[in-house]
């Protein structure tokens, strides 16, 4: 059997199930990202009613419909899981009503590539934000293999998403591990300002022995990134140099999603960073490592700690002083490192983590269109 045309919206429906009687609970709250997959929401639920909130039951699909603002892609989800969420009510919910001619998962791969991004973005129309309807989703053009040939690329996807959530499962019980270890040093060591430990540095690129190449900016994320500043007549002379093993953030908190903006130079290469930054170095790495502080401000409870303690009435900051009143264990130089390496693990298992989620992205429209081959040979 060929390929077959369709109209999208002769395979799909739209559901608008209602929390009507309350049977969900904020803790059943989701929001999308634009990496297509459910997030714990973002949103203030403070008296919040959830009575209008959509259901999505498993199998179900859910989908924001404005386009504009979120990176040339479109926020989409598919429930996977066993469990029913709520969403907000402007998001439209649907599910696949022919599944003798569409598997959900197929059409999830179809929905997770970069040219289903595209054309969602084409196809959506506004002024003041951008949208792509229900309708514009069920005029698409859809050309669908046999339901055997489907089934047979939908199992290699899962096979491949089955094998990242295992490592993904290995690599939270690692996290686990150095979480309690640190905690117990929490627990049996007297906690000592950092202030005696650390120091402020004032290097400036006064030369321009660094260029724009080696200006970076600072993510929530704890990490060094490349600068979305518009840098065109830009002086670098007065840029803060940061180099291995130092510091640096970014003092204001307030508007930044309750994290401080804080990242440590692990690299071999020096960078160059705005002014305004703080920039900090470790005093004696005989007695304190650079990597095992990095790991401790990396974590929640040092962004609930800055939070907690940054003042002022427009934009409130989080000062050098605050940041040395800041308390940490500090065990043997030996313990350090233990620590230091299995986090350093941790984290080299997560990026190979991510590569593996990106990697699974990647290989939708390869085995779509192997799919789409296939059935063309068939014919």
């Known amino acids: ?39 714990e929401t973002k949103a203030n639920m403070e008296g919040v009613s959830l009575t209008p909130y959509k259901l999505v039951q498993p199998d179900d699909f859910a989908y924001v419909t404005v386009t504009s603002r979120n990176g040339e892609k479109i926020t989409l989800a598919h429930n996977k899981t066993e469990d029913t969420y709520i969403v907000s009510s402007s998001y439209i919910v649907f599910r696949v009503k022919r599944q003798d001619l569409l598997i959900s998962d197929y059409l999830f791969m179809y929905f997770n590539r970069s040219e289903f991004d595209r054309f969602s973005r084409f196809n959506s129309w506004g002024s003041a934000r951008e949208t792509f309807s229900w309708e514009d989703m069920c005029d698409m053009d859809v050309e669908l293999p046999p339901i055997d040939i489907q089934q047979k690329y939908v199992d290699i996807y899962n096979a491949m998403v089955s094998n990242q959530q295992c490592y993904e499962l290995g690599l939270e019980d690692l996290k686990l591990t150095c979480d309690a270890y640190i905690d117990e040093l929490r627990r049996d060591l007297v906690h000592q300002p950092i202030g005696k430990y650390i120091s402020l540095s004032n290097v400036r690129n006064d030369e321009l022995i660094y260029g724009i190449d080696d200006v970076k900016g600072i993510s929530i994320e704890k990490k060094f990134i490349p600068t979305k500043a518009n840098m065109e007549g830009v002086s670098l002379k007065h840029y803060a140099v940061v180099f291995p093993s130092e510091f640096a953030y970014v003092t204001v908190t307030s508007r930044n999603g309750e994290k401080i903006s804080l990242a440590y130079n692990d690299s071999d290469d020096t960078y160059i960073c705005s002014s305004s930054y703080i920039v900090f170095s470790v005093n004696d790495e005989s007695v304190l490592l650079p990597s095992y502080l990095a790991m ?20 409130e900051t989080f000062d050098w002083d605050e940041m040395c009143a800041v308390e940490i264990p500090i065990p043997d130089i030996s313990i350090q490192k233990d620590i230091v ?11 190979i983590n991510e590569r593996l989620k990106s990697q699974i992205k990647d290989i939708c429209p390869i085995l779509i269109k192997g799919s789409i081959e296939e059935a063309r040979k068939e014919a």
């Open 1 to 39: 059997m060929a390929l077959t045309k369709y109209k999208l919206g002769d395979l799909i429906e739209q559901s608008d199930e209602r929390n009507s009687e309350n049977q969900y609970s904020v803790d059943n709250v989701k929001g999308i990202s634009i990496q297509k997959i459910f997030i």
């Open 341 to 351: 390496d299995i986090f350093n693990v941790y984290k080299e298992r997560k990026n």
């Open 296 to 315: 401790l401000l990396e974590r929640n409870e040092f962004n609930r700690y800055a939070r907690f303690h940054s003042w002022g009435s427009a934009r």
